[in-house]
């Protein structure tokens, strides 16, 4: 092991160490998960905009926070439109934050964030070059799409292009959950309650039929 690659390990470890020990002490993911709480902390910043932003990055960074909730929350305080627009600025960063990580720490981290089963489903594409079945699991729902940018960071896809993917392939469940989140504020909850269900339908057979999905586009991207 040469002295860089030990560094890095070391720097690393100290990230995680600091990282798990905020975690827990100001109980994160009890706040990550609690639509009220987020929305009062945001409410009450002076730059909440800023606030919002920064929350979404964070989810995504740590990428066992649902994103879902904030996504949702986005659409509730802002509006579709501002909603959809904060959420990508945040979400578009906290992707190339994830990517750079990757990117910088290597394997190491990959083995802490990502499990090996998920790396496996993934490696193909990566390997490959797979950009456009990389596009492909962005914008289809259920995925975990923070894991993926870890993953796309330590393939060789170039930073830009990897933004431009994950940025265009989150947008649609992105303007998707602010709407959601708009029409909750209107309080027009049988129409909510039809976009809920109908997310939720997607998402179930997304899931249901992920491995049938990744080998779909394994076979055709070897034609």
């Not at 690393?12 to 706040?31: K, Q, S």
């Not at 998920?118 to 596009?135: A, I, N, Q, R, Y």
């Not at 039809?194 to 039929?209: E, P, Q």
Request: hydrophobic share 50%; with cysteine.
């Amino acid at each position: 092991m040469n002295k860089d690659l030990a560094y890095r390990i070391i720097l690393l470890l100290v990230l995680i160490g600091l990282g798990a020990f905020l975690f827990l002490h100001f109980d994160l993911y009890l706040f990550f998960t609690d639509k009220n709480k987020i929305i009062n902390f945001i409410k009450t910043s002076r730059y909440d905009q800023l606030v919002f932003i920064a929350i979404q990055i964070i989810q995504v960074v740590i990428a066992v926070i649902p994103g879902e909730i904030s996504g949702f929350i986005g659409g509730y305080l802002y509006g579709p439109l501002w909603g959809t627009i904060y959420s990508t600025i945040g979400l578009t960063l906290g992707s190339w934050l994830a990517f750079v990580l990757a990117r910088f720490f290597g394997e190491p981290l990959l083995e802490k964030v990502v499990k090996k089963e998920v790396f496996e489903k993934f490696d193909h594409f990566m390997e490959h070059k797979g950009l456009l079945v990389s596009f492909l699991l962005f914008l289809i729902p259920g995925f975990p799409k923070d894991y993926l940018c870890y993953i796309m960071g330590v393939s060789r896809i170039p930073t830009l292009t990897f933004i431009v993917i994950s940025t265009i392939g989150r947008f649609f469940g992105t303007a998707m959950l602010s709407i959601s989140g708009n029409i909750a504020r209107q309080e027009q909850y049988p129409l909510l309650a039809v976009v809920v269900v109908a997310a939720v339908i997607v998402s179930i057979l997304a899931w249901r039929y992920h491995d049938k999905i990744l080998e779909i586009l394994k076979n055709s991207n070897k034609k």
